[in-house]
């Protein structure tokens, strides 16, 4: 409900930050102090002409005069801070933690809990955070099929299932003011900005700025970072100063058109997915980045070289094997919910394809297991640790393809027997995400 005393408030804030008086406010606009008095005490309103006209006096969006219950304003002397709040309180992160690598996804989650779009909630009325948003974006995303693997392009339906849709900016069109500028206004309307390094550095989720908007307060994820990708906490924000002198990509959000029920979005990623996992073609010149059955051939292939040149280090189980067990938990798990979400779905197929991925799981963490150690083996047993290695990817993918073998026939009964009805041509960005 629109609250004209906390308009008027906000008036009165804004005009004690340029250090005007209500007489000097009156001048500027052509009014007498009378009528700026009525506003700030809530007993008038402008007009529209006249709201369009203090904004622009401001330099704010109207939204920001209208309704000021969306921000927290506090003095900072010269300048002023601006939160936008999450639009219902979020709970403590209630999942698992690790593994949590993948930032996009947990970015995504971000932006379904600012946005209050979790229908679950605690005793307290507050959103559950917890992993379950996390295994499916990192799926829809197309992320967990992969090796150190993003699309070279983000997926809009990782968007659309919130009623969300994006506009990228590259940070070298505009000049430092000029992306600035474009930054605060959409924060000033109540909507975030992610800004996406081209470097190996945050990604800020930002919800607020400072000093003028060369200061961003927000949510930073990092990829391969468990800890950091885990906490989403919006009374806990960091800084981010000087944000727009690296090279970077503004995403901005928008409402959508339409929005994508999540049982579709899964059969798109379910789908994407199969042609992911089936690959048996490299691209890209690390053997170890990529998608599919042809990560099991080059890893057991990396592994034997190390042991025909008496290698004294398990060079290629680190971070390798931790991404392994991750994506292999994910991709189980995602199976799991479209289970639970996608209609018709073949409930035998599906299961045996599972209990292929218990197994596959198993394995996946002896491997992270003896990579978590690799420094504590003694030269003479490496040989015979890695020949272990080698056996269980040889086995795992044996049942991977078996699993997928039961998981593509569960598709061509989804879509009638026609998988390529729904082409998917995954493309290998060397650029990590």
Known sequence: MFDVKKMGEQ???????????????????????????????????PEIPMLCEISRFFNCSADRILDPSSCVLRDMGFNYEFLVKPRIPVADYSGSEWPKSISFASLLTAVKLFFGLEERRDTKGRQINDDEEYILQSALANICFGYSYSPDQYIHDSFLIY?????????EDYSENE?????????????PVIIIPKEYTDTIFAVGFSDHGQTLKGLGFLEGDDQKNAKINFDQLCQYAAWYKFDCDMMILKPSNEKMPPAKACVNAFLRGITLLSNTEHCGEDKMQGYGMV????????????????????ECVFPHAFIHYENKLRTKQFFELCLNIIPGIDKELMTLALNQYNDIIASAAEIATIAHQRDSFPRDALKEKRNHIIEMLRRTSEQEELALHYIQKTAALLTNGELAAAPFKPHFDEQKA
């Open 11 to 45: 008036i009165a804030h804004l005009r004690r930050e340029r250090n005007y008086t209500q007489e000097q406010l009156a001048e500027e606009l052509k009014v007498s102090p009378q009528a700026v008095s009525k506003w700030e005490n809530g007993k008038a309103m």
């Open 179 to 191: 992306f600035i500028a474009l930054a605060c206004k959409q924060i000033e309307h109540g909507y």
């Open 163 to 171: 009623g969300l849709d994006y506009e990228i900016y590259s940070r």
């Open 295 to 314: 990560i099991y051939r080059n890893w057991r292939t990396l592994l034997r070289e190390e042991n025909q040149r008496d290698a004294a280090q398990m």
